[in-house]
């Protein structure tokens, strides 16, 4: 098992800033790709982004390329998600999600999943 805890999500207002992070605990958390997926109201989770186990390799929705970046931290067994000049359409609960050796694009791939963090933007 992997458990993961996702923070730093809140209400804040278009074109601001937010960081997220996803701790790790359980398994050896370098054995572990790990993705973000959002949740919108009414809406499908969709994939966000996602980093390899080593961090090397990295993969983003077209609709986030240039605002998001994802890194990780394997000493700490963090993620992080920084998310720039945010936009209302950005409002979901977003997801960190674990899969075993290999990253994936399609968030029913993923093997374990934290609570969820709210991020709300207003205009």
């Known amino acids: 098992q992997v458990q993961l805890v996702e923070s730093g999500g809140g209400w804040v207002q278009s074109g601001v800033s937010l960081r997220h992070s996803c701790a790790a605990s359980?398994?050896?958390?370098?054995?572990?790709?790990i993705g973000w997926v959002r949740e919108a109201p009414g809406k499908q989770r969709e994939f966000v982004a996602a980093?390899?186990?080593?961090?090397?390799?990295?993969d983003y929705a077209d609709f986030v390329k240039g605002r998001l970046t994802i890194s990780r931290d394997n000493g700490k067994n963090t993620v992080f998600l920084q998310m720039n000049s945010l936009k209302p359409e950005d409002t979901a609960v977003y997801y960190c999600?674990?899969?075993?050796?290999?990253?994936?694009?399609?968030?029913?791939?993923?093997?374990?999943w934290g609570q969820g963090t709210q991020v709300t933007v207003s205009s």
């Open positions: 999600a674990a899969r075993f050796l290999s990253s994936a694009t399609v968030p029913h791939d993923y093997h374990y």
């Open positions: 359980g398994r050896t958390f370098s054995n572990y790709a």
């Open positions: 980093i390899s186990r080593t961090g090397s390799t990295t």
